[in-house]
């Protein structure tokens, strides 16, 4: 099966070259045609010519959309490609590539259609996160399965698997602001099988943290609106790619 590696970069040129290259010298899962694709999120440092000089997929966005238009691009790619599954995996060297296999599996197995890479199922993870952002994490965790009756212990995961319907839902429907509580949701609404797989992380080997302890409380006030509002949508068959100009 093709996998695509979709890597959002903003300002992250302290890591891109080297989590890249932890990904070229992996020794993928059985099975898998491993691609990547860097998307530049309009980086204002050198995180561009990085890749340029050091021949890397890149696409680069003339603006900073932050990291649901990011991620979405990447969907988008994967879906226009031909991918098979489409894995999210963040720039700044905190997702473990050895832990791919796991999360890619019951995609493969055809057991469920979306995966997300938990911290907290098992030991297997190096890095929790602190105590203050894991309260965060088991609020939302709450809020998500008191909506929709399903229970996801990670929910700000970032390191996420899609399978084929799965990624073309996303690529024309990917949350802007709060992506992956929100679209958690979103998934959940429209039927799709999600599975929680414990994986490894790492502490971020470079830059930093979008999320700073002082907009913490503001950040969980305005993912709660985002939570609630789609819980609230009504759900719609899931759109595939095309359909609106075959209409």
């Known amino acids: 099966m093709r996998v695509l590696l ?17 990904i070229q010298t992996a020794d993928m899962p059985l099975g898998l045609e491993v691609d990547y694709a860097v998307i530049n999120d309009g980086s204002s440092d050198s995180t561009q010519r990085i890749c340029r000089e050091n021949h890397i997929r890149c696409i680069s966005l003339v603006q900073n959309l932050g990291i649901g238009g990011a991620v979405q691009t990447g969907y988008l ?49 190096t890095f929790r996160s602190s105590v203050f952002r894991r309260i965060g994490i088991n609020y939302l965790s709450s809020l998500i399965r008191l909506l929709t009756g399903h229970k996801i212990a ?20 990917y949350p802007v602001d709060y992506p992956e509580p929100e679209s958690l949701v979103q998934l959940f609404k429209q039927g799709f099988r999600i599975q929680e797989v414990p994986v490894n992380m790492f502490q971020r080997s470079g830059g930093r943290s979008s999320i700073s302890p002082l907009r913490s409380i503001y950040y969980m006030f305005k993912v709660t609106l985002a939570i609630l509002c789609a819980a609230m949508r009504r759900s719609e068959p899931p759109a595939r790619l095309g359909e609106s100009e075959a209409s």
Do not use: K, M, W
């Open 154 to 173: 990670d929910v700000t995961s970032g390191y996420r698997a899609a399978g084929r319907r799965v990624l073309e839902h996303l690529a024309l429907n």
């Open 77 to 125: 790619y994967a879906a226009l490609e031909g991918y098979d599954i489409a894995v999210q995996f963040d720039g700044d060297g905190q997702h473990d590539i050895y832990s791919l296999g796991a999360l890619t599996a019951p995609i493969v197995a055809g057991e469920c259609d979306f995966t997300v890479g938990s911290r907290f199922l098992d030991n297997s993870s």
């Open 6 to 22: 979709i890597l959002p970069a903003y300002n992250e040129e302290e890591t891109i070259l080297s989590t890249v290259r932890q």
